[in-house]
């Protein structure tokens, strides 16, 4: 009899490449074997280098260089077969490459008076339903959806109501974007605070608060009916929101984990399984979590509304990669368990993940 140890997934660095300047994203190009890393050189200038992997090594195959750092980027609006990338830098703005003549953007904006943190992209790559739509967050507190269609406005700007104090947004992501009509962008803020606005009724759904600063969330799937969310925080916890039931006063149910002492930068779900995500670490680690489903996901309350009820997490596996943290993560859509991650040790890497049918 196998011992159940020999099932468990493993984490296997594949290749690895140093870079001379410092690594804020990293992301496959969809239908390829390629990646992107995103930066800020030494001279304070951005930096974006298209790699491909061959073989057990990394090749570069360009290396643009941009006038301000980049900090995020997304392919999630743009067709495959365009996959244009959008990017967020230093300076607020909102830029779209195509890769293959990327001297100029083909669509740019002034987005934001500060940083673009975060980003993110729906309506393209096959994935979601409706417009092609970019959403971005901010440093000076605002989230904005952009059409690339539609020049210089955002379809959509949520901003501190008057008199509130306008909070740094670290992490913003769409979901619900299972038809034409429906589609939210949750987005989590330094404080604590997480909100989620649907764009439907362009309205504020619902908020919560997790204590800590918010530093990464992501729906499971952006093209379903909401079922679950996933929000890291910088002291090591996070939660798993079920998204399927929203009660009138206690809103969606969760579960956390500590996952460890320090920063969880990043959680990313595997692609080809939505119960499977992996966590990056301040400690220069990843982890990698299933979910389950409780018996039943929904109960009544004494009033008889319907609430949720959490499932539970438990660890598959966990690697400590660099003595830095673990800043950036991307999951190939493409090949099961392949996986890019970048860390402040100014190294990306290519990881595989084996097992992963077996879990």
Not at 327 to 355: H, N
């Amino acid at each position: 009899m196998s011992s159940p140890g020999l099932e468990r997934p493993q984490v296997v660095a594949h290749a690895q490449q140093a870079l001379n300047y410092t690594l804020f994203d990293c992301k496959w190009v969809p239908r390829s074997a390629r990646l992107l890393c995103l930066g800020s050189a030494a001279r304070g200038t951005g930096l974006l280098q298209l790699y491909e992997l061959s073989g057990g090594r990394l090749a570069l195959l360009r290396e643009i260089e941009k006038a301000k750092p980049i900090k995020c980027g997304t392919f999630g609006a743009s067709s495959l077969q365009q996959r244009y990338l959008a990017t967020g830098d230093f300076g607020g703005n909102l830029n779209i490459w195509n890769l293959e003549a990327p001297e100029m953007p083909v669509y740019s904006v002034k987005g934001h008076k500060e940083i673009i943190n975060s980003i993110d992209g729906v309506g393209g790559l096959g994935i979601g339903e409706g417009a092609p739509e970019i959403v971005t967050g901010s440093r000076d507190g605002t989230v904005k959806v952009w059409d690339p269609r539609q020049k210089d406005t955002p379809v959509a700007n949520m901003e501190p109501v008057q008199g509130e104090s306008k909070r740094d947004c670290w992490t913003v992501a769409f979901g619900n974007a299972y038809n034409q009509e429906e589609r939210v962008v949750c987005a989590g803020y330094d404080n604590g605070d997480i909100k989620l606005f649907d764009l439907k009724t362009m309205s504020l759904r619902w908020e919560t608060n997790i204590k800590n600063g918010v530093c990464s969330v992501e729906f499971d799937r952006k093209d379903v009916n909401m079922n679950k969310l996933v929000a890291t925080s910088l002291e090591g916890k996070f939660h798993v929101f079920d998204m399927r039931t929203q009660h009138p006063t206690k809103g969606f149910a969760s579960v956390s984990e500590k996952a460890q002492k320090s920063t969880i930068w990043q959680v990313r779900h595997l692609p080809q399984n939505r119960d499977i995500f992996m966590t990056s670490g301040g400690a220069g680690s990843l982890h990698l979590w299933k979910y389950e489903y409780p018996a039943q996901r929904s109960k009544k309350d004494s009033e008889g509304a319907e609430m949720g009820v959490a499932g539970s997490v438990s660890l598959l596996q966990n690697v400590t990669l660099s003595t830095q943290p673990i800043s950036s993560l991307d999951w190939s859509p493409d090949k099961k368990g392949l996986c890019v991650c970048g860390a402040f040790d100014q190294t990306v890497r290519v990881l595989i993940v084996t097992k992963l049918n077996k879990v």
